[in-house]
Nanobody, 127 residues
Framework: QVQLVESGGGSVSPGGSLTLSCTAS????????MGWFRQVPGKERDGVAC????????QYDTSVWGRFTISRDNAEATLYLAMNSLKADDTAVYYC????????????????????WGQGTQVTVSP
């Protein structure tokens, strides 16, 4: 079992920045690839980014390419999402997730492929 806890959400003006963190505990010695997802009420959950357990390769949704950076600190069992040039469309609840796969793979943005989920943190981008 792995427990995930997100933090770092909040309110920011358009063009601003936020960094989300996701701290893992429990059976973290297994090779989990990690992802960030986001969801707006009434809409489906969307994949934002993924980072592989092996090699550290990353995948991003095109909507955040060049603005968001996913990273991980394995020693601290922490996942990060640095978000820059934020837009109103980035407003959502952000979730971190872990899957028992050494790489993100082509299905990195499919939530059903992930086993463990955090409780979510709200990000609001407004003037």
């Amino acid at each position: 079992q792995v427990q995930l806890v997100e933090s770092g959400g909040g309110s920011v003006s358009p063009g601003g920045s936020l960094t989300l963190s996701c701290t893992a505990s429990g059976a973290t010695n297994s090779p989990y690839s990690m992802g960030w997802f986001r969801q707006v009420p009434g809409k489906e959950r969307d994949g934002v980014a993924c980072i592989s357990a092996v090699g550290g390769g990353t995948q991003y949704d095109t909507s955040v390419w060049g603005r968001f950076t996913i990273s991980r600190d394995n020693a601290e069992a922490t996942l990060y999402l640095a978000m820059n040039s934020l837009k109103a469309d980035d407003t959502a609840v952000y979730y971190c997730a872990a899957k028992t796969s050494p790489t993100c793979g082509s299905s990195w943005d499919e939530g059903d492929m992930y086993t463990y989920w955090g409780q979510g943190t709200q990000v609001t981008v407004s003037p």
